[in-house]
């Protein structure tokens, strides 16, 4: 197989232009199950815009309990690491449980603590993503007009 050198996106043709993700990546999926060679393909995300969605109000309670969790994975982490480097085994056990109980414990405190000292400044809990208005793949020049023809093909069998 030859490895082309990589191309810069802006120099390669559009061979389809899809209004979500999924349906880019469902276009360079049968241009790979067609025997395309798809690394010479490139999905582009346009007009870029950041989304954040609202999950909820976080309280002083909510933010104690995601301290919580957190802590106690990270106690739970450092437990492990102890107990791998301790003398008996016996004892591994115990300062998991331990390291898990005790990051809790100070998760959920500086959870709380953390969120009552803000001063009610971001009182919700929310998840940020990028998205874009338009995804576009894209293919070397040597091969886009046969990229094209196959994607035409898809485009009648959804249809």
């Given amino acids: 197989m030859t490895q082309h050198p990589p191309t810069t996106e802006v ?39 950041m989304v954040e969605t609202v999950l909820g109000r976080l309280t ?43 990051g809790a414990v100070f998760g959920a405190v500086f959870g709380f603590a953390g969120h009552a000292l803000s001063g009610g400044h971001r009182d919700f809990s929310s998840r940020s993503q990028i998205v874009a208005a338009r995804y576009d793949v894209v293919a070397d020049a040597e091969v886009a007009e046969e990229a094209k023809n196959l994607l035409i093909k898809l485009a009648w069998r959804e249809e």
């Fill in 11 to 49: 120099d390669r043709p559009v061979v389809g232009s899809y209004p979500t993700y999924t349906g880019a990546q469902r276009a360079v999926d049968f241009l790979s199950d067609s025997r395309f060679p798809v690394e010479r393909t490139a999905i582009i995300g346009s007009d870029l815009r």
């Fill in 60 to 102: 002083r309670g909510r933010a104690a309990l995601a301290g919580a969790g957190t802590g106690a994975w990270f106690g739970l982490l450092v437990g492990l690491l102890l107990s791998v480097f301790s003398a008996g085994n016996h004892h591994a056990l115990v300062l998991m449980l331990s390291g898990l109980a005790y």
